[in-house]
């Protein structure tokens, strides 16, 4: 059975998680929406940094690189977002950094995530 798009990407997230707490992340937020402007995948304190992330799920990179799929356009929505985020939250003093996770799995729906790759400082 093939997983639908969301549910691919879902599952891609979930896993991006998993990662990120394995990895000593804590988790502040997911999904984090603000009107239509978008969202932010996953919000996560790494250390001193606040860091706003974005994950891509691909089942592989005939079509460019996760990491490709975040266009310009997309990372000053996610900048626009985070700034609300630190506003709403008072975070002024805070260090901020914008991280990209590639989650490569397979498309049926026992797919498990062959490659994590986390790249910190994306943009």
Not at 20 to 25: A, D, F, Q
Not at 33 to 56: N, P, Q, S, T, W
């Amino acid at each position: 059975m093939e997983l639908n798009k969301r549910a691919f990407g879902s599952s891609g997230e979930k896993r991006a998680i998993e990662y990120l707490k394995n990895s000593g992340y804590y988790i502040t937020a997911v999904n984090y929406r603000y009107g239509r402007l978008g969202e932010i995948d996953i919000i996560a304190r790494d250390g001193d940094y606040l860091c706003f992330v974005e994950v891509k799920t691909r089942s592989s990179s005939a079509f460019g690189t996760p990491a490709e799929a975040v266009t310009k356009r997309k990372q000053d929505r996610i900048k626009k977002l985070a700034q609300i985020y630190i506003s709403q939250n008072s975070l002024f003093d805070t260090n901020i950094r914008f991280d990209i996770i590639e989650v490569f799995i397979s498309k049926d729906i026992n797919g498990s995530a062959s490659y994590i790759n986390l790249i910190k400082n994306a943009f």
